[in-house]
């Protein structure tokens, strides 16, 4: 199972207390790139309501105002994730739990992630014929198992270098990002 999306969490905090759903929320703007005013324009709840919100000052939300903002992220999110590429990584579940970004950002585009997991090779295979499947526009994956990726599917692979840095799958989806935008240009 991948990570919850964005709306998700800001929908799974909500019902644990104020303060998870404010940083929740304000999470979600982070990585979406979003302000008050720019929610405010694309959901229709007042910038002054947000940021009452997002500061605390405003406790209980009406149900209208937390529906109107919730629609909001989860159109942007789907959006992102249907008309744009991704990065497809394939690994184990503990790996990806230590994935804290949602994109790539390279050559002033930010890419998006998404993860599968795999932890034997026939899940691995299943997973990058998804993954292409879906749209994937690269492949991140173990250096055991890049080789057979690249024969099943049509997509840049990039294997992660594990011994050679600290975010050894982030720098593989960087240098997947980089392939994509060189088939491209």
Excluded at 106 to 113: G, T, V
């Amino acid at each position: 199972m991948s990570k919850p999306s964005l709306w998700e969490d800001v929908v799974q905090s909500s019902l644990e207390s104020e303060e998870a759903f404010r940083k929740a929320l304000k999470k979600a703007l982070e990585e979406s790139r979003l302000d008050a005013k720019k929610l405010s324009r694309l959901s229709g709840v007042s910038e002054s309501s947000l940021y009452k919100i997002l500061s605390g000052k405003r406790i209980n939300p009406r149900l209208s105002t937390y529906r109107k903002i919730i629609k909001t992220l989860k159109r942007l999110e789907s959006v992102e994730e249907e008309g744009e590429p991704f990065i497809a990584i394939i690994a184990a579940r503990p790996t990806l739990d230590t994935i804290d970004s949602r994109y790539i950002e390279i050559e002033n585009h930010r890419i998006p992630i998404r993860e599968y997991s795999a932890t034997t090779i026939e899940d691995v295979i299943v997973a990058a014929v998804r993954a292409q499947r879906e749209g994937a526009k690269a492949i991140v994956c173990a250096p055991i198992v890049s080789t057979v990726v690249e024969k099943v599917t049509k997509v840049p692979v990039s294997a992660c270098p594990v011994t050679l840095c600290r975010q050894p799958i982030l720098r593989a989806a960087e240098t997947a990002a980089s392939k994509i935008f060189r088939a491209q240009y």
